[in-house]
């Protein structure tokens, strides 16, 4: 059974702790799976749900929470990575005052990199418990060559995966 608040409390915290986009994806796979509230599974089709959908790019979280809690956990999650943005106005006027430190390109650099390793742990995690093969990983890295050229549209790089993986796996 899932506890609403401490539910609300995990999208809360791992948006406070996030920079925006998929930052909040590793801590939000860590706690939801190690309370058994989500399965690896609900990760991957959250964030393809959040890819095609249009609008800001923090709309996986909201999908998450559905597939995880139903409505309730949709709404939840939607409070959750709403109110942190508010605490944004009060960083950008310390920051403002700051920015100019020895230090502060340090520690946002150090931080950027946090994201990205725990970024790749998420990721080594789920295609590991998924059973992926060599024609699994061949199309992960077409789809990332794509996407990382930046002139395929997000949109046809998952219908092209969708019908790759039609044709390999039926």
């Known amino acids: ?13 791992a948006t406070v ?3 925006g986009g998929f930052s909040n994806l590793p801590s939000l796979q860590q706690d939801l799976t190690a309370n058994h509230w989500a399965v ?3 990760f991957g ?32 999650a939607l409070i959750a990575i709403t109110i942190p943005p508010f ?4 960083v950008a006027s ?4 700051i920015e100019h430190q020895r230090w502060v390109p340090g520690l946002m650099r150090g931080i950027s990199l946090a994201v990205v390793g725990t970024f790749l742990t998420v990721f080594w995690t ?4 998924s059973g992926a093969d060599w024609r699994s990983w061949a199309i992960c890295a077409i789809a990332f060559a794509l996407a990382y050229s930046r002139r395929v ?10 019908g790759a993986g039609y044709l390999i796996y039926r």
């Open 87 to 90: 605490f944004v106005l009060v």
């Open 40 to 42: 690896e599974a609900d």
């Open 17 to 19: 702790f996030s920079s």
């Open 45 to 76: 089709k959250s964030v393809s749900i959040g890819q095609i959908s249009p609008g800001p790019n923090g709309l996986w979280v909201i999908c998450l929470g559905y597939l995880t809690y139903g409505f309730m956990g949709a709404l939840l």
């Open 153 to 162: 549209n997000i949109f046809l790089i998952l219908v092209l995966a969708a």
């Open 126 to 129: 789920i295609s590991s418990g």
């Open 1 to 13: 059974m899932i506890n609403p608040i401490a539910y609300f409390l995990l999208f809360f915290k």
């Open 94 to 97: 310390v920051y403002g005052r």
